[in-house]
Nanobody
Framework: QVQLVESGGGFVQDGGSLSVSCAAS????????MGWYRQAPGKQRELVAG???????NYSDSVKGRFTVSRDNAENTVSLQMNSLKPEDTGVYYC???????????????WGQGTQVTVSS
């Protein structure tokens, strides 16, 4: 059983900073692409930032220059540092990972349970 567990998040004022982290546990071979998504009330879940196993990153236009995604392949973790936060960044942040359970098998998509980030104006 593979689990992705987020930590961090919380409440911050406009312009503040927060970080969220995600750790994978269980029995698996390797984690490929990982990413952070968020879902605001009444809206669809959207990609915030992604990172390949090799460290290539991509960001949504709304967070470029403010958020930084990173990962530690040895520890099977991915983190998101969020600076200059805005009220529109508020939402539940979810970690996603493409996880291969065994060598030469297709990766499956796993999600964390989500962590709340609230930015007040």
């Amino acid at each position: 059983q593979v689990q992705l567990v987020e930590s961090g998040g919380g409440f911050v004022q406009d312009g503040g900073s927060l970080s969220v982290s995600c750790a994978a546990s269980g029995r698996f071979f390797r984690i490929g692409d990982m990413g952070w998504y968020r879902q605001a009330p009444g809206k669809q879940r959207e990609l915030v930032a992604g990172i390949t196993r090799g460290g290539v990153t991509n960001y949504s236009d709304s967070v470029k220059g403010r958020f930084t995604v990173s990962r530690d392949n040895a520890e099977n973790t991915v983190s998101l540092q969020m600076n200059s936060l805005k009220p529109e960044d508020t939402g539940v942040y979810y970690c996603k990972g493409n996880v291969s359970l065994k060598p030469w098998t297709p990766a499956g998509v796993y999600w964390g349970q989500g962590t709340q980030v609230t930015v007040s104006s």
